[in-house]
């Protein structure tokens, strides 16, 4: 669907693109073809798609998966995509958001996703999703944290979120998603994208980054990650202040003050040391210690 279809498409409905939804969609032909080649979807995987829109992306995802799972939280553009798309057996779509409480996956979403996978005889899955801007860091943690058997995701997201994501300490960009992404996935620029392949175009330019999930050996699925979650959110609750600070502002006792500047030190790190200034590995080795 080129640009000129794309426009005719939503007149027809009387539909005027969201800002606030963050709907800026794709039409640039040989950039969905980079995208769907870089990701590299396959006939024995469940694809996660979050924002169908009007479905151009999902027209292209549907030959090459197992299974297509598509998430649109705008009924308006829930109703074109039902329309547009082909009546395919292996599709999916949902009038949903992706998220529910507290940042966390819609446990609706989950179970359809868990269905589908049996139902379709299919042991694994990828996101390949034109995120929505607005929700994309709290999208992708939370795809990460989720019980599914989720391996690689291919999201564009905005620039200037990617760079937090595959943010060094000590560095501006570095923050709390940073950490927690970084802990959750090993994190990957693909390619800038400039505003041009997108109608209407955003102000700014985006990524196609990709995430492969990686093992965090215990920590994940157990009261332990849940901990290295709350000290991470603690910490940097008081970011202008010192690490050992910041934890004793959050009401943790001397003894684990003390166990905290022996693992500092044994970083390379100081005790003045501020939340941007630490690896989630250390955030890690502290987690297991509180």
Not at 42 to 61: D, H, W
Not at 147 to 158: A, G, I, S
Not at 213 to 241: C, D, M, N
Request: charged share 20%; aromatic share 6%; glycine share 6%.
């Amino acid at each position: 669907m080129n640009k000129s279809e794309l426009i005719a498409l939503l007149n027809q409905y009387d539909l005027h693109p969201s800002r606030a939804l963050g709907q800026n969609f794709l039409i640039d032909k040989n950039f969905l073809n980079f995208i769907t080649g870089s990701s590299n979807p396959s006939k024995k995987e469940l694809i996660l798609e979050i924002g169908s829109g009007p479905g151009i992306l999902t027209e292209q995802l549907i030959p090459l998966s197992g299974a297509v799972v598509s998430v649109e939280l705008d009924i308006r553009l829930f109703n074109i995509a039902k329309t547009y798309l082909p009546n395919a057996p292996n599709l999916t779509l949902l009038q949903t958001s992706i998220l529910g409480k507290h940042g966390c996956i819609d446990p609706t979403v989950l179970q359809i996703i868990t269905d589908t996978l049996a139902q379709n005889n299919l042991k694994r899955m990828k996101v390949i999703s034109n995120l929505p801007y607005s929700i994309a860091g709290h999208t992708i943690v939370g795809l990460l944290e989720a019980d599914l058997p989720l391996k690689e995701l291919y999201v564009l997201v905005q620039w200037e979120v990617a760079l937090r994501l595959i943010a060094k300490p000590s560095t501006p960009e570095y923050g709390h998603l940073s950490v927690l992404a970084q802990a959750l996935a090993d994190v990957q620029i693909i390619r800038k994208v400039p505003p041009e392949v997108f109608w209407p175009r955003p102000e700014v330019h985006s990524a196609l980054i990709c995430l492969k999930k990686r093992s965090l050996r215990g920590l994940q699925k157990s009261k332990t990650y849940e901990g290295f979650k709350a000290l991470i959110k603690s910490v940097f609750t008081y970011k202008r202040k010192t690490v050992l600070n910041g934890l004793k502002r959050s009401g943790h006792d001397d003894q684990f003050l003390k166990k905290a500047e022996e693992i500092l030190i044994a970083n390379g790190l100081t005790v003045t040391a501020r939340p941007q200034d630490l690896e989630w590995t250390v955030y890690k080795q502290l987690a297991e210690e509180s």
